[in-house]
């Protein structure tokens, strides 16, 4: 496989929102990203993914965006993002652009006109069909809630949404579309951006009279054609959010002679803690077993034939140490084991803002509490389809998007140094014990573990390159060995707060969340060797 800058990355997502606000309106914007750039430069990493920073009303915080070439006012200006991308290349990082192009905002000026009238140049660029008996054309249902279908009383037809009815899909049948879409992208590959993350991207080969939403027939094509008329001829990364996809999808996206995308953010993992057939917010316990399972197929069916992104969190998911680990006694040793069991893996590994100091899930008392439109439309959904108060906040509290864009915690003044006004969202309570400054000082904190890690991955082929294979042992406990070159390193860690017996290996010791081994796995122990052989 050629190798590329991104196949020895580690890449920190900023959901900007959240980051760091300058101008006292309690939102983060680019100016605060700039001023942080050097804590990311001492962290080590390679590349920022930047959550969408363009012209948008906000329904989804970004995700419905009004201008694909503009800067959201909040966030700041063209001149702001020109600064970010020339201080952030100034340091050898990367600024990976959102790149949101399943739907656009409805206040986009495509769907502005689209919505004029049936005869309108832009009425292709979007999903129509008529009423049938009156009704919804299919049963099809947005992931927000509801319908997919919204009807528009001036034309007289529906219009489809996957996400919400502010967010109308593109028709990516309409080769104009198509069109407008390489300009745009080629706009921001001119200015310099390290490359695109594909926000669900599996389903703009949707087709809609078969109700099929993701991994339809054209799909692929219309990939290798982005990958022709756009980044293909830049030395960029490219990563597909993919909740469809498997292993052997994975590999038709990522497989360098296809000329498609980089990696996939594939889902599997994420998924296995809801009952099975139903929605994220059926709770379910974690099995390991299957956890590991999951986790290896993955490691060795990409094989030579694609490559994986290693991530645990993200701006749409719960935090790691509150989800899988312990987020109140163990808080420290959880967090530590799971950075040392994902940066251990083949792939490019993601840290999502915040999960490099261990920040926790927020507790909603009540629905007011919460931002997410999604958590909001399934409240009021659940709530007339007869489940308690309780019930339902006890679903937003464990897998609800707000837990995780919550203000970034840097210091223990007020607002948590994020913001010096109240911010669009509240912060964690526990900012004043969990935040950066404290981290930095604490030469045994959680930073210094990720800090660690991604200089051994910058030292070390193995921790790239290696081959994965599991080594089978308590269910408890994942333990799997990397090898090349005729090296080999072994990755142990405890997933649990019980102590499992388990002797060390005899080797270097690389990395570990405890000190002195004992003939037991205490609570989460983690660590890496170099096996003697
Ligand atoms: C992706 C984003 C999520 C957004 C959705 C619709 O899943 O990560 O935040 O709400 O797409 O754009
Ligand atoms: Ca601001």
Redesign the pocket.
Known sequence: MERKWWHSAVIYQIYPRSFQDTNHDGIGDIPGIINRLDYLVNLGITAIWLSPVYQSPND?NG?DISDYCAIMKEFGTMEDMDSLLYEASKRNIRIIMDL?VNHSSDEHAWFIEARQSKDNPYRDFYIWRDAKQGHVPNELMSIFGGSAWEWDEQTQQYYLHL?SKK?PDLNWENPLLRQKIWEMMNFWLEKGVGGFRM??IDLIGKQIDKGITNNGEKLHDYLQEMNRETFGKYDVLTVG?TWGATPEIAKLYSNPSRKELSMVFQFEHVCLDQQEGKEKWDLKPLNLSKFKQVMSRWQIELGQEGWNSLFFEN??LPRVVSRWGNDTTYRIESAKMFAILLHGMKGTPYIYQGQEIGMTNYLAEDISQVSDIEAINMYHHRLSNGYTKEEILCSINAKGRDNARTPMQWDSSQYGGFSNATPWLALNKNYKEVNVKQALEDKCSIFYTYKRLIALRKEHDIMVWGDYELVPTDERLFVYERVYNGVRWQVVANLTSEHVPFKRDRGELLIANYDNPTDCLRPYEAYIINKEI
């Open positions: 989804d995700y949101v996400f967010q926000d669900v959010e701006h749409d």
